[in-house]
């Protein structure tokens, strides 16, 4: 004997709800470490992780070993767990070579390269509570970072 229709209508909407909760976004991942968070994105900006290549889009965790490239009309803006703030303009490919931020351990360090483009620093708690572990490297030498703001312009083929 069938339901009545107000039965049928429930059991359709837990079965789309089961289907969206197995649906995930590219870029989310249970196991996936989150040293940041992109804050914002406009035009073409990736986060290439390991073999993928995947459309930044607010929201999405940044982790050490990212690589983070912007297109011609690209901007993205990533904010750490310690409060360091990058922003990166068109043109830009950046290594986040390695990140922690753990203080009651004191494990603490923030290492990237700049390989072109432009990028804006804002030192975080890192910054402050163990400068000599904030090293960002150009293609022309290092930047140590003593709890500061930067720009940096690297032209492409530098």
Known sequence: MPHPAPFRR?????A???????TQVPWSSPA?????????????AHILRGAERIPAQAGMPVQASD?????ADGKLGITFKDNTRMSFGPNSRFALEEYAFDPKEQNLSLTGK???????????QIGKLAPDKVKLD????????????ILVKVPKGS
Do not use: H, N, Q
């Not at 996936?32 to 073409?44: C, E, N, R, W």
């Not at 483009?117 to 975080?124: A, C, I, Q, R």
């Not at 150009?138 to 703001?149: C, E, V």
């Open 10 to 14: 429930p059991a359709a909407v837990l």
């Open 67 to 71: 690589l983070i490239e912007t297109g």
């Open 32 to 44: 996936a470490a989150s040293d940041g968070t992109v804050k914002s994105v406009s035009g073409t």
């Open 16 to 22: 789309l709800a089961a289907g969206l909760a197995v």
């Open 114 to 124: 700049i390989a072109y483009g432009t990028m804006s620093f804002v030192s975080g």
């Open 138 to 149: 150009t293609p022309m030498g290092s930047i140590g970072l003593r709890g500061t703001k």
